[in-house]
């Protein structure tokens, strides 16, 4: 790693052994566990349509929708987090020099997390009435029962 002299910020350094460290760090970091969350997200949504098909009920229908708000998650996921470690893992040179491309990819990781309580939000009705609950401060049922000694 070393530091960009135009935005200061880190970035990656070629060493005597080409990008292959930046490429095998990236499979390890990034690809593999993104696979592998797809894969289990994917189960579970099988799993979920499945249980829909053959009965309904409360319980298959906030499983759904928990399921679908997950994947659509993980989809967001996969269009903010791989564009910025296929850019800076292929494209290192332009990167380095690229000052708004930086700017660029950066927005682009950070929304992930600036977006994510919008899909929640969007997609689960268990998320809105939560929400709903704590803005209003009715996420209390009952008053404590401390008894004074």
Not at 36 to 53: F, P
């Amino acid at each position: 790693m070393g530091r960009n002299p135009d935005s200061g910020a880190c970035q990656f350094v070629e060493t005597r052994l080409g990008q292959y460290p930046l490429l095998i760090s990236t499979l390890f970091a990034v690809y593999i566990p993104t696979a592998v969350t797809g894969v289990c997200y994917l189960l579970i949504m099988a799993k979920t349509y499945g249980e829909v098909r053959e009965k309904k009920g409360r319980y298959v229908q906030r499983r759904l929708e928990i399921s679908r708000t997950l994947f659509l998650s993980f989809v967001w996921h996969c269009l903010t987090m791989y564009p910025p470690s296929v850019v800076m893992a292929f494209y290192a040179d332009d990167y380095a020099g690229h000052f708004a491309l930086q700017l660029g990819m950066h927005w682009l990781i950070m929304s992930f997390s600036a977006m994510n309580p919008v899909f929640f939000w969007a997609s689960s009705k268990l998320f809105q009435d939560g929400i709903r609950k704590v803005l209003l401060c009715k996420w209390r049922t009952h008053e404590s029962s401390v008894t004074a000694v």
